[in-house]
């Protein structure tokens, strides 16, 4: 569609940042239902958009080419039919989740602290996917920072519900590939890395952890610093294996992740480098002693 507008030289994507979104999707519509007018176009608008109506009708004066609306119509006609799949896909996996037993009953599990509701994905399940999957694992995996609804459903679908195949939550990481795995030739190091494995459980966390970056938590805390010491992609790595371990904790012992705070990891972290460098002062016989705040 946005390809087609273009050609058009119609340039909605200047007041407007998806054309699949409501302002977008009702201008489009009213194009091929026949408007030209790009007043009356413009007038389909949300109020929420930030253009205004003066900006929205100078970005819709194109072209209006026959076979290039044509093109439009059989573009939107496409793209309902994909959303038509995508929501038969929906019906189809909510019915294969109620198909699971629960794994703890509802009333045994302790009451949480109330999240922050955030945005849903475009193309996430239209039903009530969070709680199908804490009903079947017995925990809530979209506690931990940076995974969400769709990567906790990616690792369920993926690793399943029985970790006891995993004796460690360290063969749980060597299995998904994140862990270090250098190449040796007698005693000399070829190479350094890790295990170059096809796993989309891996590539659902390697993308939970890249939105750690803005995080004002313990885990965004821990990336950031992991970034500024190793660069992105040993980070991005490092914080994906942590990840994995905390959500192996959480499937196999029932455990409930709690955030602590990025305050409480720099506090942390400045004790560990405050002992670090009186150990390293005491072997050259120096004593170091904190200065009053």
């Given amino acids: 569609m946005q390809k087609a507008l273009t050609q058009m030289n119609v340039q909605l994507a200047n007041v407007i940042s998806d054309v699949s979104g409501l302002t977008g999707q ?3 519509r009213a194009m091929v239902a026949g408007e030209r007018d790009p007043r009356k176009l413009a007038e389909l608008s949300d109020p929420r958009i930030q253009a ?6 100078k970005s819709l004066e194109g072209n209006w080419r026959p076979e290039l609306l044509f093109v439009l119509q059989q573009e939107v006609a496409m793209y309902d039919t994909y959303q038509q799949r995508i929501a038969e896909c929906d019906q189809q996996l909510q019915k294969h989740l109620a198909s699971f037993v629960d794994t703890i009953p509802p009333q045994s599990s302790p009451a949480e602290p109330e999240r922050k509701k955030t945005k849903p994905a475009k ?3 239209r039903f009530e996917l969070r709680s199908e999957l804490q ?4 925990v809530d995996l979209t506690r931990i920072d940076g995974i969400d609804v769709m990567v906790a459903q990616t690792l369920v679908s993926e690793v399943g519900l029985d970790m006891s195949r995993w004796k460690t939550e360290a063969h749980f ?7 270090p795995d250098n190449r040796t030739s007698g005693d000399k190091v070829l190479g350094r890395g890790t295990r170059r494995v096809v796993n989309r459980a891996a590539t659902a966390l390697r993308m939970a952890a890249v939105t750690l970056m803005r995080s004002r938590t313990y885990l965004g805390a821990q990336y950031r610093r992991l970034r500024t010491k190793l660069g992105a992609p040993k980070a991005i790595t490092a914080m994906a294996h942590r990840l994995a371990r905390l959500v192996y904790r959480m499937l196999k012992y029932g455990q409930r992740y709690v955030d602590k705070g990025a305050a409480y990891y720099e506090h942390r972290y400045r004790l560990q480098q405050i002992d670090f460098l009186r150990k390293k002062a ?3 016989g120096l004593r170091i002693t904190l200065a009053k705040p």
Avoid: D, M, Q, Y
Wanted: glycine share 8%; aromatic share 4%; net charge positive.
């Fill in 135 to 138: 009903r079947i694992t017995g």
């Fill in 26 to 28: 009702a201008i489009i």
């Fill in 52 to 57: 205004s109506r003066e900006e929205v009708t």
């Fill in 282 to 284: 005491a072997k050259l």
């Fill in 123 to 125: 193309n996430a399940p």
């Fill in 173 to 179: 990481a060597s299995w998904l590939g994140l862990c």
